[in-house]
């Protein structure tokens, strides 16, 4: 059978099982008691092993069966989630990861993990007969756990042959509470019977006199209609002993001896971690069930229930129930279409708007209000679709950050704010890299050796907050560390050392410009080269990044209490808002998201200070940059202005005066790319059409600093 | 059947040119075209084709001829290039004519002609000569054509 057109399902597939393995992982290392974690991370194992035994992919479904007998036992309690065992089970989502990416990149993911097979297996079998618990092993390998289903030494066991549904969990807990019996009953009848349904229905009709029945199986329709061989099982909830529920069924004729079973104790138990003979069956049978339900669900109701009881004591982690929304995948390029497609319409009905103005014709500019009004809908649609929670690119930190302290002898906890913030899906492409500088940085650079916090009266765990908001139209994303903040002093020097700037400039720079002097190409501030930053790439390339995506990025720092980077970027990259000018007869746009105001001043209050050009705005003084001088504009003839207008724009704490000719006004516009012939052209970020179907540049105003 | 290569012919400076068929996306009467600063000197500046903005190549200007103001005739041919779209400005474009195999011969090389270098053939059709034009070649100018660029 041809599997590889569901290869890219279960790339995908693959991929979010071990974020979520990431994810569990990192949790259950910070609370190794929890179960509700290692179900979480033996359900992703066991349905990446599944997957890829069936798409073929024996070397993933080797490692994942190992790590299942590892999880299963640390999950009996035979084993502690020691540190040890954690970081053997992170190498091997490490090892998955790449196996994962070999088969992305058409491979078999055929890599060699022998070591860790070999650490799998040592650890599986031998600590597994130490204890006085029976041995357990991989359901997979064919033995079940020889506990007696009916546990008859406990009197009570768990159903997990049962799904039920959240309506029927919650009733069964309040019944629990309130101190009703839940029985699990199976009734059965004498197979000679001739008439089953109604046997069945004096069974329905006894039990409802004692209590409810909240559950049949099969459906009381069909055990009406006889659809049913000889037994069918059935929830109650009574306050009547057991031993009266089973005289109301045997009292009845052709009715055999019931088995009836107390579900009380799955709801209620809380297991202690060192697993005692119970705890163990229980988890066995717990295990059988979700064995039992290879169809991909692995929930099975008793589970599922036993699992929330516990999480609900442990607060912090919640497992990631696979989400049942209705969603579709799209193809990144169809979305690209769309987008192109709602620009068009955008500029053909700004195209018509300007036809009717011109031709005076009343009804069109109703039926154009109409339209208007469903292109920006479409247009906030499309957007929004295109829209990915920052989630995607965060959530790759926790481990990374984890590695990192560990690795440095760091103790650090990430915080992670407003992961569900959403943003284009081109700027999130784009976002990741810088990112991971600038976290890298805080670990490395910015928190202090657990010596030196606890020297400087610091808590010995560093704390690294990484968050992202909307402000506006922009998307505000911060990594903040409480390390040792940057010395203005520190920065001052090195820069002179390399060259950057001279010593009288550099004295005369603000602290807070001093700061952003590590945004200079050249400049690396770490005393020591280590593996993790310095790698040759400096800030100035995370300060390229964001502003080749419209972006600006600002540095706080106060020296012994931490440091923020504060990057803003724009929502999208497809459609901004833009002010239109007149430089000569030529239209340029320059993104309103530089512009902090416009003014205009006579010509005669522009000064000189050293051959630039520059006016006193509010007693600051603003350099000018003439526009046309740096866009080559051919002179025109056209009439202009007594008075100079200036467009004052703003990169991170800089400004800076635009000269030009004419304000249009404000426009949405649509970016379009000038093409390979056309690339890295100066000052020019790209071209937008205008409404009268002419092109017009969009002015790249961070390459003007 | 006989091999050969269906072309567009097109004049600049009373010199005829043909190029193949095959990558011509379409032809169009000289639009509104916005000048891009910085660019190369080759390229005329920027036109919107339906909504997608596209570089315009003016060939006198790559062949070093005189620069004239487009007139009446001219024309710009569309070129789909490595995926995207690209104009050539020439002062006029005739017709589509099927040149046979053995018409074309490769073009004299080194003799001093200039801008033989972006020459892959000419076709010799009566006592007509077109000559074929090596796209590849006309549009290389990022690596060549890189001083003139920087900011006052």
């Not at chain 1, 982690?317 to 209705?326: C, G, I, L, M, T």
């Not at chain 1, 720079?509 to 501030?525: I, N, Y």
């Not at chain 1, 902090?596 to 509010?618: G, H, W, Y």
């Amino acid at each position: 059978m041809d599997m590889s057109q569901y290869r890219g399902m279960f790339l995908e597939e693959a991929q979010e099982h071990l974020q979520k393995l990431n994810d569990a992982l990192l949790a259950l290392e910070s609370s190794p008691e929890n179960r509700a974690i290692l179900d979480e991370i033996f359900r992703s194992a066991h349905t990446l092993k599944g997957m890829s035994a069936t798409m073929g992919f024996n070397q993933v479904a080797e490692l994942t069966h190992n790590m299942e007998n590892v999880l299963h036992k640390l999950r009996n309690g035979e084993l502690c989630s020691a540190s040890g065992i954690v970081d053997l089970l992170f190498k091997c989502v490490d090892s998955l990861d790449s196996m994962i990416n070999d088969i992305a990149g058409g491979g078999e993911g055929n890599l060699t993990v022998g070591d860790l097979l070999t650490e799998l297996k040592n650890l599986h079998e031998s600590e597994g007969h130490a204890g006085s618990i029976p041995v357990a092993v991989g359901p997979e390998a064919g033995s079940h756990p020889d506990t007696p289903i009916d546990g008859a030494a406990v009197g009570q066991k768990i159903i997990t042959s049962i799904e039920f549904n959240e309506y029927e969990k919650n009733l069964i807990k309040q019944a629990i509470d309130q101190g009703y019996h839940c029985y699990h009953i199976v009734a059965s009848i004498d197979p000679r019977c001739v008439m089953k349904s109604a046997r069945a229905f004096m069974i329905f009709k006894n039990m409802e006199a004692i209590g409810e029945i909240i559950k049949s199986i099969p459906p009381v329709q069909e055990i009406e209609e006889e659809k049913f061989d000889t037994s069918f099982q059935l929830i109650l909830i009574s306050m009547e002993p057991e031993e009266n529920v089973r005289k109301g069924l045997v009292s009845i004729t052709e009715v055999m001896e019931p088995d009836i079973t107390v579900i009380s104790q799955v709801f209620t138990s809380s297991i202690p971690a060192e697993g005692t003979e119970t705890q163990s069956a229980e988890s066995q049978l717990l295990q059988q069930g979700r064995e039992a339900d290879k169809t991909g669900k692995q929930d099975s109701g008793a589970a599922d229930i036993s699992n929330r009881e516990k999480t609900k004591n442990e607060p912090g982690y919640v497992p990631a129930k696979a989400k049942a929304s209705q969603t579709v995948r799209v193809d990144t390029t169809k979305l690209d279409n769309l987008i192109n497609l709602v620009g068009e319409l955008v500029i053909n009905k700004t195209r018509i708007e300007q036809i009717g103005r011109v031709n005076q014709v009343p009804d069109l500019a109703e039926t154009l209000e109409q339209m208007d009004r469903i292109t920006t809908d479409l247009q906030n649609v499309v957007m929004k679709v295109r829209m990915v929670p920052i989630d995607t690119v965060f959530s790759r930190f926790p481990r990374m950050v984890r590695d990192l302290a560990k690795e440095l002898g760091k103790e650090i906890e990430l915080i992670i704010e407003g992961k569900e913030t959403e943003l284009d899906r081109t700027v999130i492409d784009e976002v990741g890299d810088p990112l991971v500088h600038l976290l890298r940085n805080a670990v490395d650079h910015g928190i202090e050796e657990p010596e030196a916090r606890i020297a400087a009266q610091k808590p010995e765990q560093g704390k690294v907050l990484l968050s992202a908001r909307h402000e506006g139209n922009n998307v505000v994303i911060e990594v903040e560390d409480d390390g040792k903040g940057l010395d203005p002093e520190a920065i001052r020097q090195k820069a002179v050392e390399k060259g950057i700037l001279d010593a009288e400039s550099a004295a005369e720079l603000s602290d807070t410009e001093a700061v952003r002097l590590v945004l200079k190409p050249g400049f690396s501030t770490a005393e020591k080269i280590t593996d993790i930053s310095g790698r040759g790439v400096g800030m100035d390339v995370v300060k390229n990044k964001i502003e080749a995506l419209s972006g600006s990025i600002n540095i706080e720092s106060t020296p012994g209490r931490g440091t923020r980077f504060k990057i803003q970027l724009p929502l999208t990259l497809a459609i901004i808002q833009a002010l239109l000018v007149l430089i000569e007869e030529e239209t340029y746009a320059i993104p309103l998201s530089f512009i902090a105001e416009t003014t205009s001043v006579m010509p005669e209050q522009v000064n000189k200070i050293q051959d630039q050009e520059v006016i006193l705005l509010r007693g600051d003084v603003l350099p000018l940059i003439r526009l046309n001088e740096v866009l080559q504009v051919p002179p025109s003839d056209l009439p202009k202005d007594e008075e100079i207008n200036i467009v004052v724009v703003k990169n991170g704490e800089k400004r800076v005066g635009l000269l030009v000719d004419t304000l249009i006004g404000q426009q949405e516009i649509v970016i379009k790319p000038l093409g390979k012939l056309l690339g890295n052209i100066p000052v020019v970020a790209g071209a937008t059409i205008l409404g009268n179907g002419q092109v017009s540049l969009i002015i790249d105003v961070a390459g003007l600093f | 059947m006989e091999t050969g290569v269906q072309v567009v012919a097109c004049t600049v400076e009373g010199e005829e040119y043909a190029i193949e068929i095959k990558i011509v996306q379409e032809i169009i009467r000289v639009l509104e075209i916005t000048r891009v600063p910085h660019a190369s000197p080759f390229i005329s500046g920027v036109i919107n084709l339906r909504g997608m903005v596209i570089p315009v190549m003016d060939l006198r200007k790559r062949f070093g001829l005189p620069p004239r103001e487009p007139e009446e005739t001219a024309r710009i041919v569309v070129i789909n290039w490595n995926r995207e779209m690209v104009g050539v400005l020439v002062d006029s474009v005739s017709e589509v004519i099927w040149l046979p195999a053995q018409t074309v011969e490769t073009p004299p090389s080194g003799t001093g002609g200039a801008n033989t270098e972006f020459f892959s053939g000419i076709g010799k059709l009566g006592s007509r000569l077109l000559i074929m034009l090596d796209l590849e070649k006309i549009f290389e100018i990022n690596d060549s054509v890189s001083s003139g660029r920087g900011i006052v």
